[in-house]
C-alpha cells in the first residue's frame, strides 16, 4: 500500500458493507450544525454531539492532513476534533483499522512508562488512540494523541473492532471524510504494520 490512501472515485457503495448503516446528508440537526464549526477548531479544541444518532456503530475517520479527527455513528457525524499524529521519521501509519484494544489507562512499553490514557489500540507496534497534549502538529511517536475531554467521551463510545481509516489527505467536510472512509471499507488489515519507527 502506498503512503497516500485518498482521491479515489467514490461511487455508490452497499448500506450493508460491514454492517455500517447509510451514509446521511450533512443538513443541521435540531442538535446544531456541527459541520460548520470544524473548521473553527484551535488546537487542543474539539466538538461532541452523540445526541445526534443514539444507537448504531461507531467509525471514526482521521485527517492527517487537516490533523482533526472525525466521529460518525450510524452514519451521522456526533463529534470532531483537532489531533495529534506522528512527528517526521515517526509518521502515524495509515489505511484501515479496528481499534484491538481498550485500556483506560495504559504506560508505553517502549517510551519510560510514558501514561497513554482511554488508549484504543491499532496495531501491535504501539501505535493508538489516546489522551495526549495537542501542540498544533505532529509531534507523537506514532499515535495519534487526543484532547483529553474527547478522548475519554471517544473511549465510552466505542467498541473492540469498531472501524477506524486513517488518511494523509486534507479532507475538508466530513462528508467527503465518510465517504472516502467508505470506500476503502473492505480494504485489508494488517493488524500489526506499522511504518518505520512508529511505536509509543
Known sequence: MT???????????????????PLHGASASPAGAIETRIHALDRGEYLWQPERAAAGPVEIVISLGLQKAYIFRSGELIGASTISSGKPGHESPIGRFEILQKRKMHRSNRYD??????????????????????????????????PAGFAKKLFEATELGSFVFVTDDALHSPQAALQLARAHATAPVSRDRTPGGASS
Open 3 to 21: 503512503r497516500r490512501i485518498g482521491r479515489l472515485a467514490v461511487s455508490a457503495l452497499s448500506a450493508s458493507l460491514l454492517g455500517i448503516a
Open 113 to 146: 512508562d510514558a501514561p497513554m490514557p482511554y488508549m484504543q489500540r491499532l496495531n501491535w507496534y504501539g501505535v493508538a488512540l489516546h489522551a495526549g497534549p495537542i501542540p498544533g502538529g505532529p509531534a507523537s511517536h506514532g499515535c495519534i494523541r487526543l
